[in-house]
Nanobody, 123 residues
């Protein structure tokens, strides 16, 4: 069992930065891949980024490539999403998720989800 808690969301102006954190309970987190997704009301959950359990492999949605960076610190059971050059269209609730097998853009790959943190980017 893995429990995930996101933090770090908030209100920021366009062009600004935020760093989201995803704190995990349970040592098994270190053997799980991790992903970040986002969702706005009325739309499907959208893939943002993913990282392998060892942190050696990452993948990004085209919409955030070059602006967002996913990372993890297994010693601290924590994952991160550094978001730079934020745009109003990045406004959403951001969720972290853990996958026991491979990671990718399909939400069905992930077994555990956090409660989400709101990110609002003003123009």
């Amino acid at each position: 069992q893995v429990q995930l808690v996101e933090s770090g969301g908030g209100l920021v102006q366009a062009g600004g930065s935020l760093r989201l954190s995803c704190a995990a309970s349970g040592r098994t987190f270190t053997s799980y891949g991790m992903g970040w997704f986002r969702q706005v009301p009325g739309k499907e959950r959208e893939f943002v980024a993913a990282i392998s359990w060892r942190g050696s492999s990452t993948t990004y949605a085209d919409s955030v490539k070059g602006r967002f960076t996913i990372s993890r610190d297994n010693a601290r059971y924590t994952g991160y999403l550094q978001m730079n050059s934020l745009k109003p269209e990045d406004t959403a609730v951001y969720y972290c998720a853990a996958a026991a097998a491979r990671v990718g853009g399909n939400p069905s790959l992930y077994s555990y989800w956090g409660q989400g943190t709101q990110v609002t980017v003003s123009s």
